[in-house]
T-cell receptor, first 114, second 118 residues
Framework: LAKTTQPISMDSYEGQEVNITCSHN???????ITWYQQFPSQGPRFIIQ???TKVTNEVASLFIPADRKSSTLSLPRVSLSDTAVYYC???????????????FGIGTKLQVIP | GAVVSQHPSWVICKSGTSVKIECRSL??????MFWYRQFPKQSLMLMAT?????????EQGVEKDKFLINHASLTLSTLTVTSAHPEDSSFYIC??????????????FGSGTRLTVV
């Protein structure tokens, strides 16, 4: 499994855009990049997933350069409720019916300031 | 979307007793589920992979006799912490993947169980 490196913590003011970058230099050809959000005493929640270029959904965007050795999670106009730990994971997607165990790095603790 | 239900959400037990935690996939079948443990201010640590109808696969350093995993049906996996001690106090989380959603390869996590051993 590709190892990921993220900043341990980040601070941002409310209303600003936040970009969290994750390095995964050893990403394999079949690996996807997935980001999760975790609030205290809750299970992680899926945010977004991508393979290359840019992916956008209703809560975030994910930018992946051509070499795929890094990825950036972009949260537009953060609010206090976005204060959480964000995890970047890299794992191979297997065919339907299969699986791959997912291991977590330390994550990035985002603190949104009023 | 996929929902994974975990029960109980918190439990307090006496040292030496056993505690069972349930993980259910509510609207999908999961032949494989994962169990994690998380200590305060730390990341999730994978403990074991639960396989329906067969033995669980434990990560290195996890005592299989202490953390008993049973995956008797396609929607239920249980983790039993046997002879619990205060050092077993932690946040336990399960996860599973819903293969129906081809565009979402993410895993769905339960809400977690806070275990406190006194």
């Amino acid at each position: 499994l590709a190892k990921t490196t993220q900043p341990i913590s980040m601070d941002s003011y409310e209303g600003q855009e936040v970009n969290i970058t994750c390095s995964h230099n050893n990403i394999a050809t079949n690996d996807y990049i997935t980001w999760y959000q975790q609030f205290p005493s809750q299970g992680p929640r899926f945010i977004i997933q991508g393979y290359k270029t840019k992916v956008t959904n209703e809560v975030a965007s994910l930018f992946i350069p051509a070499d795929r050795k890094s990825s950036t999670l972009s949260l537009p106009r953060v609010s206090l409720s976005d204060t959480a730990v964000y995890y970047c994971l890299v794992a191979t997607v297997v065919n339907s019916g299969g699986y791959q165990k997912v291991t977590f790095g330390i994550g990035t603790k985002l603190q949104v300031i009023p | 979307g996929a929902v994974v239900s975990q029960h109980p959400s918190w439990v307090i037990c006496k040292s030496g007793t056993s505690v069972k935690i349930e993980c259910r996939s509510l609207d999908f079948q999961a032949t494989t589920m994962f169990w994690y443990r998380q200590f305060p201010k730390q990341s999730l640590m994978l403990m074991a992979t639960s396989n329906e109808g067969s033995k669980a696969t434990y990560e290195q350093g996890v005592e299989k006799d202490k953390f008993l995993i049973n995956h008797a049906s396609l929607t239920l996996s249980t983790l039993t912490v046997t002879s619990a001690h205060p050092e077993d106090s932690s946040f336990y989380i399960c996860s599973a993947r819903d293969f129906r959603w081809d565009t979402n390869y993410g895993y769905t996590f339960g809400s977690g169980t806070r275990l406190t051993v006194v």
